[in-house]
Structure formats: C-alpha cells, structure tokens
C-alpha cells in the first residue's frame, strides 16, 4: 500500500473534483470539501498506528524512478517530525474550512480565474466557493507532500508550488470594502516575489548540491555527509547551505525577511491566514531541521550563532511591534513573527532540548495561532472591524467567545499547563547551554507577550459594553465545533506532550549527532 502517496494524493484529488461541481451546489462543495479533509485526517492517523517511534528513521518509504537522466526519483519516506506536522496538517484542514464556511459567498473571485460572481448566497452560477475550498485543499495536498518528500528536487518542486494556491487566496479572498481589493492584490504579489526570490536562490543551491553529490536523494547525501564519505569542503558547504536557509527564512519567516507576512495575513480571510502562518509556514521551519541540519551540518554549527541572533531580534521585534497594533489580526500576525523566532533559535542551538523543543513548538504553535486567529475572525465577522478600539465589554455579552480567546492567548504567552509551555521551555534550556545570551534575551521577551495578550483582552472584552459592540453575540454551534478540538489539543498537549516527542526525539538524536560538537 503506498500509503504517503494516498495521504497527499486524497486532497489533490479532492480539489480537482469540488471543480467539477455543478456551480450552484456550493453546499455540496463545502461539504465535500470538509469529508476530504476528514478522510485525510483518518488516513493520517492509520499512518501514524503504522508508524514505529522505536524503529528506524524513515518508515513507509516509497521509491521510483522519476526522471533518470537527473537521477531524480519520486522518493517518499516519514520520520517523527514529518509525522507530527501531517498530523497538525491533517487535523486543521477541516476545522479551517467549517471556520471559512461562508468566508467565498459572494465573493467575486472572477475576475482573476475567468469565472461569473456568486450570488451573496453564493448559489448562483458563479464558483467562488469551488475555488475558495480547492485552492485550501491543493495547499493541504502540497504540504503533505513536502513533509514526505526526500528527494531535494522533488522537495523544492513542491516548496515552490504551494505558492500558486496561496497566490490566489490571498489575491481573491478576503475583507472586502473601498480600496481593500488592491490593498489584497500588493499583499499577494509581495508574499510571491518574495518567496519566488527565496525560492530561485534554493534553486541554485539544489543544482549546486547535485554537482556535488551527483545525486538527490536526501537520505544518501546525509548519510554520505555524516560518515565522510562525502567529501564537500567547507566553503562549498558553506554557499549550499545558505541557499537553502535563506528560502527557508523567507518562508518561516524571518527577520528581516518577514515584511511580507502581516498584510498578507490580515488581507485573505482567516481560515485562508491559519493555513499560511500554522500549517504553509511551518514548511521553512520543518526544512531548516531536515535539510540544513541534515545535509549541512558543519555550515549548521558555523552560522549558528548569527542564525541565533536573527532568530532573538525576531523575538523581541515581533513581540515589540505586536504591543503596538491597533488592528487585532495584524497584532496577532505579528505574534507569529516573534514565536517563529522561538522555533528557528530551537533548531540552530543544535542542542536535543533546543530541537526537540522547536519541533513541539511547530505543533503548539499551529494549534494555538489557528485558535486565537479564528476566533478574532469570528468577532470581527460580528462587528465588522478588526479595530481594537471599537470592542469593549464583550466578555459580558459573548462569554464563550471572550472565554476561548483568553485561553487561546494565555497558550500564545506560554501559560503553564497550556501546550506551548513546554515547547517553549524546552527550547529556551536548550539555547542556554550554547547561547546564554540568546536564552537571557529570549527570556526576557516573554514578559512582552503577556502585555500584549493581557493588554489586547482588556481593551477589548473587558470594561462596560460598548454601544457598537452590543450587536455581537456568542458563538453558535458551527464554531464551537472549530473551536473547542483546539482548546482541548492546548490543554491535552500542555500536560502529554510525549504526544509529539516520542515521535520527534529519535529524529531529533539522529539530526544533533551529526552536528560536530552537538549534544545528544
């Protein structure tokens, strides 16, 4: 049974069908749309039962011939990291598209992809909505694949094309309103240049690698490179891997290169957003570990240290700028910023606690920003402002909406008991044994968090009910549904985190004992 092609096979399919649909069954689309991703979610699951956290690294290879003239093979294999982010994957892509139930009614998405407008409805012959759920699932189906694929060519073929999908849903999909649609447009075509420009200078680096290795096969080359039997100088090493850390860095994203990260959150709807900054993103982040690490490890322990700088000044920046918002989506964009800093400092400490910790970040993380961002979007689909200013008292007239967006912000600022606790623990012991420095500053930075969470619920569902907020009720059923599985995945993390490291720990061992001089 190829059983990691199914797994990213099943949404890539899906998405073609819901095409296919009749243009006036939106319901049917999003329906089939949900009982894919479901379907995906079960599969995920068979494949982790099939998994063996004690057995060798890479399980359920799959390995082809694909194009021989490069030696490029249709190579597929699952470690514990890969696994812990499909599931994350798996089990978000369903709550985000019964998040975005009504995100494409009406939306006007033709103009760009040749096809009529829906209806408010969106039950006319327009395919807003068709489009709207197979861009999500073609999104989910690349990134599966990129958590599976170890062959490097195959890897950036897919790396690359997840930004097509992401291109239109940020582009087409969104807040609509005077100016808003170039507004969305910018945000979109800076999101593609930049990571277009990251992802050429990998291309270089890929071409680079294969004349060196003569091969692309990820888990030769790093055997090759950690027994010597590679030979690869250190300059050489040195240019390959920062053309790969770099399309890494854009995607994560990373200071300074994560400029264009808050207008494209804040531009497409949030379902679309969680999907960029929790599942999409994590792929840069998920690389830097396998590829970098892996194929590169003495150009790793070289640029350790300035990688550590970048990844505190995202820290301290992203939190910094967070404080500063008016506007709720962007302040919590700009909490991704500095929480990616966590997760790359966690990598590049090249410690077991530092990498450890920044693979259980990459979950929490997903799971705590898809929380507190589709809430924030679900009241401002009530008020119809993202403004911080035009809430007040809400917690008294939607306590359940007040009452989830706290629990989801107290996990954003790391409370004990809550899921990014531990990650976030993890990898602040482990920058401290290298970089303690990094781990005082990073330490520090936490303090920034609680203000800006704390800070953002005061003003916003605390204090005597505002006139304009008096319309916003509670939330109704469909999103309890979304809400409460990620409410319970911070707690159930927060107190079981071996649910993701003993998947993630063999892969992190191996990852650090190539790294000359890292800790086991």
Not at 75 to 104: E, F, H, K, V
Not at 179 to 193: I, K, Y
């Amino acid at each position: 049974m190829p059983w990691l092609t199914v797994l990213w096979l099943l949404p890539a399919v899906a998405s073609g069908v819901v095409m296919f649909l009749p243009a006036d069954r939106a319901a049917q689309v999003k329906t089939t749309g949900v009982g894919a991703s479901l379907i995906v979610l079960v599969w995920a699951v068979i494949v982790a039962f099939r998994f063996d956290s004690g057995g060798d690294r890479f399980q359920l290879v799959e390995d082809t011939s694909w194009i021989p003239e490069f030696g490029a093979r249709y190579s597929l294999a699952l470690d514990g990291l890969g696994l812990a982010l499909i599931l994350l994957t798996a089990a978000l892509t369903p709550l985000l598209l019964i998040a975005g139930w009504r995100d494409a009614d009406g939306v006007d998405a033709s103009r760009a992809d040749g096809v009529d407008a829906s209806r408010a409805d969106g039950s006319s012959g327009g395919k807003s909505v068709h489009i709207y759920v197979a861009l999500l699932l073609a999104v989910e189906a690349m990134v599966l694949m990129s958590f599976v694929a170890t062959d490097v060519l195959l890897f950036y073929i897919f790396f690359e094309a997840m930004l097509v999908p992401m291109y239109f849903l940020i582009g087409g999909f969104g807040p609509t309103g005077p100016g808003v649609r170039p507004a969305r447009s910018r945000a979109a075509v800076t999101f593609l240049l930049y990571n277009l420009l990251g992802g050429l200078v990998m291309l270089a680096a890929v071409i680079g690698l294969y004349v060196v290795a003569g091969d692309f096969d990820f888990i030769a080359i790093s055997s090759g490179v950690a027994d010597g039997s590679l030979d690869m100088s250190a300059t050489t090493q040195n240019l390959l891997f920062g053309g790969f850390v770099f399309a890494f860095a854009v995607k994560a994203p990373l200071w300074p290169l994560h400029t264009w990260l808050p207008n494209a959150a804040v531009s497409t709807t949030p379902a679309a957003a969680v999907m960029m900054m929790a599942v999409m993103d994590k792929v840069g982040t998920f690389a830097m570990l396998r590829f970098c690490v892996g194929l590169f490890p003495d150009a790793s322990s070289t640029f350790a240290p300035l990688l550590c700088t970048l990844a505190v000044v995202s820290i301290v920046y992203g939190a910094v700028m967070a404080i500063g918002q008016r506007d709720v989506m962007r302040l919590i964009a700009y909490t991704s910023i500095s929480h990616f800093g966590f997760i790359v400092l966690g990598v590049f400490a090249l410690t077991a606690q530092g990498q450890s910790g920044s693979a259980l970040y990459m979950v929490n993380h997903g799971v705590s920003t898809a929380a507190l961002f589709l809430i924030a979007g679900f009241l401002v689909s009530r008020r119809g402002s993202s403004l911080i200013a035009d809430y007040g008292g809400v917690q008294k007239i939607a306590p359940v909406l007040a009452g989830t967006f706290l629990v989801a912000g107290l996990a954003t600022l790391s409370l004990p008991g809550l899921g990014p606790f531990i990650s976030e623990f993890l990898v602040l012991i482990g920058a401290f044994t290298r970089y303690p420095v990094a781990g005082i500053i990073a330490s520090i930075a936490l303090v920034l968090s609680a203000v800006y969470i704390l800070w953002t619920y005061q003003r916003m569902m605390g204090g005597p009910v505002r006139e304009s907020s008096s319309p916003i009720t509670d939330l109704g059923v469909r999103e309890k549904v979304v809400v409460v599985p990620l409410i319970a995945a911070l707690v159930v993390l927060g107190f079981y985190p071996r649910l993701i490291l003993d998947f993630v720990n063999p892969t992190v061992d191996i990852s650090v004992s190539t790294v000359h001089g890292g800790d086991r």
